[in-house]
C-alpha cells in the first residue's frame, strides 16, 4: 500500500489510489504518478478508471501534512502540482469513469468532477470540506456549478459539509450500484463509451471542453470544423 496502482486489462487502464488506512488520502507524490498514468492513457488504451484501494473511501483528498508542513509561499506550488494532475484527467482523449465508494472529498472530489461520468454506490458521500481548514475550494470545483446548479454548489463549497448522492441533484452521479456490483455497473457503462471509435471519442471530448470555454457562436462554428474533419477521415478510410 502506498503509490496509487495502475494496470491495464482489456484496453482500460485503471488508477487505484491506494492507501485504505488512511481513506487513501493524496500526497504530491501520488498527484505525480496519477498525472503520468492519465496522460499516457492513449494508443491501446481506450479507457480511463479511477478508484480507490479498500471499503471506506474513493479518496479523502489531499493528506493534511501535505498543508501542515508546507511553507507560506508553498501555496501556489502544492495547488499547481493539483491542477496539472486534475487537468490531465479532464483533458484526456479517452472516456474516464471516476468509480465511488465511501468518502469523495476535496481534491478526489475534483479528479472525480474532472471524470466525464461517475458511478457510485449508495454509501458514496461528497464534499468539498477547504473551508474547514481555511482555505477555498478551487481548480476542478469551478465544475461543481453546472453539475449540481448555483444554490447547492455555494452550500456545498461555503459549509464544507458531506453530501450523499440522493442529496444532490440528479446527473452527478450518472450510474448507482451497491458496493459490490460497482465494477459490474463500470464495466456495463465502459462497454458503450468505447463502443465508438477512439477518433470520434477525442473529437467529441474535445468539443465538449471548447463548449466549456467559448461562447455559444464560437462553439457553434468550431463544431461544424470538427465535424467536417471527423467525416472526412471517416469517409477517407473506406
Same mark, same amino acid.
Given at each position: 500500500?502506498?503509490?496509487?496502482?495502475?494496470?491495464?486489462?482489456?484496453?482500460?487502464?485503471?488508477?487505484?489510489?491506494?492507501?485504505?488506512?488512511?481513506?487513501?488520502?493524496?500526497?504530491?507524490?501520488?498527484?505525480?504518478?496519477?498525472?503520468?498514468?492519465?496522460?499516457?492513457?492513449?494508443?491501446?488504451?481506450?479507457?480511463?478508471?479511477?478508484?480507490?484501494?479498500?471499503?471506506?473511501?474513493?479518496?479523502?483528498?489531499?493528506?493534511?501534512?501535505?498543508?501542515?508542513?508546507?511553507?507560506?509561499?508553498?501555496?501556489?506550488?502544492?495547488?499547481?502540482?493539483?491542477?496539472?494532475?486534475?487537468?490531465?484527467?479532464?483533458?484526456?482523449?479517452?472516456?474516464?469513469?471516476?468509480?465511488?465508494?465511501?468518502?469523495?472529498? *476535496?481534491?478526489?472530489?475534483?479528479? /472525480?468532477? !474532472?471524470?466525464?461520468? %461517475?458511478? +457510485?454506490?449508495? =454509501?458514496?458521500?461528497?464534499? $468539498?470540506?477547504?473551508?474547514?481548514?481555511?482555505?477555498?475550494?478551487?481548480?476542478?470545483?469551478?465544475?461543481?456549478?453546472?453539475?449540481?446548479?448555483?444554490?447547492?454548489?455555494?452550500?456545498?463549497?461555503?459549509?464544507?459539509?458531506?453530501?450523499?448522492?440522493?442529496?444532490?441533484?440528479? *446527473?452527478?452521479?450518472?450510474?448507482? /450500484?451497491? !458496493?459490490?456490483?460497482? %465494477?459490474? +455497473?463500470?464495466? =456495463?457503462?465502459?462497454?458503450? $463509451?468505447?463502443?465508438?471509435?477512439?477518433?470520434?471519442?477525442?473529437?467529441?471530448?474535445?468539443?465538449?471542453?471548447?463548449?466549456?470555454?467559448?461562447?455559444?457562436?464560437?462553439?457553434?462554428?468550431?463544431?461544424?470544423?470538427?465535424?467536417?474533419?471527423?467525416?472526412?477521415?471517416?469517409?477517407?478510410?473506406?
Amino acid at each position: 500500500m502506498g503509490l496509487p496502482q495502475v494496470s491495464d486489462e482489456r484496453g482500460v487502464r485503471t488508477i487505484t489510489l491506494d492507501r485504505p488506512e488512511i481513506l487513501n488520502a493524496l500526497t504530491l507524490e501520488d498527484l505525480g504518478v496519477i498525472r503520468e498514468a492519465a496522460a499516457g492513457a492513449a494508443g491501446a488504451v481506450r479507457a480511463l478508471v479511477l478508484t480507490g484501494a479498500g471499503d471506506r473511501a474513493f479518496c479523502a483528498g489531499m493528506h493534511l501534512d501535505t498543508f501542515a508542513d508546507a511553507a507560506p509561499t508553498a501555496g501556489r506550488e502544492i495547488i499547481d502540482q493539483v491542477g496539472a494532475c486534475v487537468r490531465e484527467i479532464r483533458l484526456a482523449p479517452i472516456p474516464t469513469v471516476a468509480v465511488i465508494h465511501g468518502y469523495c472529498l *476535496g481534491a478526489a472530489f475534483e479528479m /472525480a468532477l !474532472a471524470c466525464d461520468v %461517475r458511478v +457510485a454506490s449508495p =454509501e458514496a458521500r461528497f464534499g $468539498l470540506p477547504e473551508v474547514k481548514i481555511g482555505i477555498p475550494s478551487v481548480i476542478e470545483a469551478a465544475l461543481l456549478l453546472p453539475h449540481v446548479g448555483l444554490s447547492k454548489a455555494k452550500e456545498m463549497l461555503l459549509t464544507g459539509d458531506h453530501y450523499g448522492a440522493d442529496e444532490l441533484p440528479p *446527473g452527478l452521479v450518472n450510474r448507482t /450500484a451497491p !458496493a459490490e456490483r460497482l %465494477r459490474e +455497473a463500470t464495466d =456495463e457503462l465502459l462497454a458503450a $463509451l468505447t463502443s465508438p471509435t477512439p477518433e470520434v471519442i477525442a473529437a467529441q471530448k474535445s468539443l465538449v471542453e471548447t463548449w466549456l470555454n467559448v461562447g455559444l457562436d464560437e462553439g457553434i462554428e468550431t463544431s461544424k470544423a470538427v465535424f467536417a474533419d471527423v467525416f472526412a477521415v471517416r469517409r477517407a478510410a473506406r
